[in-house]
């Protein structure tokens, strides 16, 4: 069964960066896409991001587009997702999900953008 943790969140000020990533193990990491969500208080739980298992292929959200880019190292077992030009409506809990059968979610990062 595998399992994610995501890690790399913290406080950083507008227009800053952070870098997220998502480590797997126990399982097959490569064999699914890995998908970023984020969930805000009080708001749903919406997609940011997802890179494919080879990552070759990634798709954004329209709101992160030039912003943010996700990318994958299989050999490590990790997702990441750069953030570059965060917004204080960036501020949220990410979440990284593998794309399988029975979805599996990691427990999420905080990332908080204030100043």
């Known amino acids: 069964q595998v399992q994610l943790v995501e890690s790399g969140g913290g406080l950083v000020q507008p227009g800053g960066s952070l870098r997220l990533s998502c480590a797997g193990s126990?399982?097959?990491?490569?064999?699914?896409?890995i998908h970023w969500f984020r969930q805000a208080p009080g708001k749903e739980r919406e997609f940011v991001a997802a890179?494919?298992?080879?990552?070759?292929?990634?798709s954004y959200a329209d709101f992160v587009k030039g912003r943010f880019t996700a990318s994958r190292d299989n050999a490590k077992n990790t997702v990441y997702l750069q953030m570059n030009s965060l917004k204080p409506e960036d501020t949220a809990v990410y979440y990284c999900?593998?794309?399988?059968?029975?979805?599996?979610w990691g427990q999420g990062t905080q990332v908080t953008v204030s100043s």
């Open positions: 890179v494919s298992r080879g990552g070759g292929t990634k």
């Open positions: 999900m593998m794309s399988a059968t029975n979805p599996v």
């Open positions: 126990g399982g097959t990491f490569d064999r699914y896409s």
